[in-house]
């Protein structure tokens, strides 16, 4: 049954203020995280027609709000409790995952670390930046990408997860829609499984990632990367995603894969216009209700271009590093970028300025 009330945690504030303040009325700590909340978007969705109140977490549990409370309370509870660690990390501090694309074809990158070592020497790059997770892909799947052969992609990726492995203890995410070189990276060395069909693009995915017990990001998708810009629609996209993943949660518990190994990002850019992109950027604190870590990837993006009027992708830093930052004050706890450094330093300041006292 599709869910007809969901909750967003809004006025979001450093949970430092626990530690300044003599005692805190009307806030509660966000998935064990850095933020607060104070406040609650009450939607309710009847069909395409969306309601809003906002309440003050004091009017919220005084009021009677009747079935919307009743309705979203599973919504609150996984709002507050705190997150599992993911493959040892701990998520109480934002994540950084660098990008490793083996790819001839990547829209930002795509060529620039193309055999093995060199793919191994960026990785090794990002650790020395700051990246707490690589991601190692070798399949693009930008707009209009060609399809990769299983093959080829064990080829591209097995060198380079073996090779990081062998030379780091960071953790290694692979980027993959196909079962085959998701049990092949693993043995590999991967400690995660980073799939943007959210196990759908093969019809092994869901048993396999459960076979090999590692942790997973479920990522939305509408349509194949071939064709998906072609023309995205949806009813609403910020609760048609989150209606996705819940059911792609549910999926992979059912398929024997434990919640605490599921991540969730909402897909910046996969079957999304600049408006798409914007209302789930906007809204991404909605995703805290669905119990598990947020993962977020816009770096270098066409929305990130179209709003800085930056054509060329590799050019993109210091709008990524905006939309990173703008994921982090809504709590997402796993950034996904190819500028760590860049990131890395502006989470520092951006962090440090929210904790003082
Ligand atoms: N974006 C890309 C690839 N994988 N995985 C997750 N979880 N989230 C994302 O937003 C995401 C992803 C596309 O970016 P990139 O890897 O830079 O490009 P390409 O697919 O062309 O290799």
């Known amino acids: 049954m599709l869910r007809d009330i969901y909750l967003r945690p809004l006025g979001l504030f450093p949970s430092a203020l626990h530690l300044t303040a003599k005692e805190v009325w009307g806030g509660l700590p966000m998935a064990g995280g850095w933020l607060d909340f104070t406040a609650l978007e009450i939607i309710e969705r009847n069909g395409a027609k969306v309601d809003r109140y906002i309440a003050g977490l004091g009017e919220f549990f005084e009021r009677d709000w009747g079935r919307r409370t009743l309705n979203a309370s599973d919504m609150f509870e996984a709002l507050r409790t705190p997150r599992h660690r993911l493959a040892g990390l701990a998520l109480d501090r ?89 049990r092949e990276a693993v043995s590999a060395g991967a400690d995660l499984v980073n799939d943007v069909s959210a196990l759908m693009n093969d019809p092994l995915s869901l048993e396999t990632a459960a076979d090999l017990g590692v942790p997973v990001v479920l990522m939305h998708a509408q349509g194949d990367p071939r064709t998906m810009q072609q023309n995205p629609t949806y009813e609403n996209v910020l609760l048609d995603v989150f209606d996705f993943l819940e059911a792609r949660i549910d999926a992979a518990v ?104």
Not at 105 to 118: I, K, R, V, Y
Not at 265 to 288: E, R, Y
């Open 94 to 182: 934002p994540v950084l995952m660098g990008i490793v694309n083996i790819t001839p074809d990547s829209f930002s990158d795509g060529g620039a670390h193309f055999d093995a070592p060199a793919a191994v020497e960026h990785g090794l790059r990002l650790v020395a930046e700051g990246a707490d997770i690589l991601d190692v892909g070798g399949e693009s799947t930008r707009p209009g990408a060609a399809a990769v052969s299983e093959v080829e992609e064990i080829r591209r990726i097995v060198p380079v997860v073996a090779g990081l492995r062998a030379k780091t203890d960071v953790r290694i995410s692979i980027d993959t829609r196909k079962s085959a070189v998701m």
């Open 254 to 357: 059912r398929a024997g894969i434990p919640r605490e190994h599921l991540l969730v990002d909402p897909g910046i850019g996969f079957g999304k216009t600049l408006q798409h992109n914007l209302a789930l950027m906007s809204g991404l604190s909605l995703f805290h209700g669905l119990g598990v870590p947020v993962l977020v990837g816009a770096s270098r993006k066409r929305f990130i271009g179209t709003l800085t009027g930056v054509e060329t992708a590799a050019e993109r830093v210091h709008g990524s590093v905006g939309a990173a930052l703008a994921a982090v004050a809504q709590g997402t706890q796993i950034v996904r970028v190819h500028d760590v450094a860049a990131t890395k330093a502006a989470l520092a300041v951006f962090q440090a300025s929210a904790d003082a006292r």
